[in-house]
């Protein structure tokens, strides 16, 4: 099993910027990739991002590409999400996730699961 704290999330302004980070402990050679989902109210946690660690692909919804950078460091177990340009709809839960999975995108392939940090977005 692999433990996951999640650390910087907060309220910012639209147009703002927020550091997610993210540090495995545990099983951790067992980890594909890391990513990042949330959840906002009422709805269905969504994917966000993820960098598989064996080559360093990162992946992005479509509503953050250019927005939003993950990155991380294998040695540390450490995965970051920089969010610029933060707008009201990216307010929601969001969560740390490892992979042991192939299917970097689909929520079934993550096993492990932080208890998940707040970003708000005031318009």
């Known amino acids: 099993q692999v433990q996951l704290a999640e650390s910087g999330g907060g309220l910012v302004q639209a147009g703002g910027s927020l550091r997610l980070s993210c540090t495995a402990s545990g099983r951790t050679f067992s980890i594909n990739a890391m990513g990042w989902f949330r959840q906002a109210p009422g709805k269905e946690r969504e994917f966000v991002a993820a960098i598989r660690w064996r080559d360093d692909s990162t992946y992005y919804t479509e509503s953050v590409k250019g927005r939003f950078t993950i990155s991380g460091d294998n040695a540390k177990n450490t995965v970051y999400l920089q969010m610029n340009s933060l707008k009201p709809e990216d307010t929601g839960v969001y969560y740390c996730?490892?992979?042991?999975?192939?299917?970097?995108?689909?929520?079934?392939?993550?096993?492990?699961w932080g208890q998940g940090t707040q970003v708000t977005v005031s318009s």
């Open positions: 996730a490892a992979a042991t999975g192939a299917l970097i995108r689909w929520r079934g392939s993550y096993d492990d």
